[in-house]
């Protein structure tokens, strides 16, 4: 499944070395990585950000930069901000991160770390947790995912389905209105419309950067990949079967 990962550590050498692990888990096809992130507060409550991106030989080259792709879509103007971060880590709220092109997901994260402490978080596709908990689990103070499916794709979906039923319904009105009420439920009609474009503007957004992804991770990852171990040549085969249905899908949906 599709997820995101979000993992506190008590430092910041404890949170690259679960993104070494991650990394590690990527090459050896246990799960697909993505992006990856890690937001640390310092003890003046100051909020660093270093992205990473996986090489092909293994190295992240760490940089700190502007957010893009799936981090940097979730939350936004639109208001689907996944709130993990107030009931995942106990902390006060302090100074906000501020930087141009950071999301709102991440934003939400930085006011909720403790000081001198920090948080990885990851975009992976993983066919089963133990490989990420047994490496993770050790090295952080609390480890936490959601399935995009569930908390970000779908519940998106739905509002885009009930924007379109409001519009129907706005449509309807202006038609059976008397001339007083018209000027009123076009200006209703004129802002549902402009949701739902923003919204659809977003999925597009969205569904580039998943094309993208997916391709990265079925080249990374081809089912000619022969392993000794069966029962992991067949999750790998299984992750790449739905990685190329998701993909096929964007694709068709264009």
Request: glycine share 8%; charged share 30%.
């Amino acid at each position: 499944m599709e997820k995101m990962i979000q993992a506190l550590f008590n430092t910041e050498v404890e949170a690259f070395k679960g993104l070494k692990a991650l990394q590690e888990l990527n090459l050896t096809n246990d799960i697909s990585v993505g992006e990856t992130y890690i937001l640390t507060r310092d003890e003046d409550g100051k909020v660093n950000i270093r992205s990473a991106k996986n090489e092909s030989a293994g190295n992240g080259v760490l940089t700190g930069g502007v957010i893009g792709g799936l981090i940097g879509l979730l939350a936004g103007p639109l208001g689907f901000i996944v709130g993990l971060a107030g009931g995942m880590i106990a902390g006060s709220a302090g100074e906000t991160l501020k930087a141009e092109g950071v999301s709102d997901y991440l934003d939400q994260i930085a006011t909720n770390i403790p000081d001198g402490k920090s948080v990885l978080i990851a975009h992976v596709w993983e066919s089963w947790e133990t490989p990420v908990d047994a490496l993770l689990g050790p090295l952080s103070v609390e480890l936490k995912r959601f399935n995009l499916d569930e908390k970000v794709f779908v519940p998106v979906k739905t509002e885009l389905d009930k924007l379109q039923a409001d519009i129907e319904e706005a449509e309807a009105k202006l038609k059976e209105v008397a001339e007083s009420e018209k000027a009123e439920w076009e200006s209703t009609l004129a802002n549902l419309k402009a949701k739902r474009a923003a919204l659809e503007d977003k999925l597009k957004t969205h569904n580039a950067h998943q094309e993208k992804q997916y391709e990265e991770w079925i080249n990374q990852s081809p089912v000619e990949q022969q392993t000794e171990d069966t029962e992991k040549q067949a999750r790998l085969e299984n992750r790449i079967k739905e990685q190329k249905t998701r993909l096929d899908a964007i694709k068709k949906n264009k």
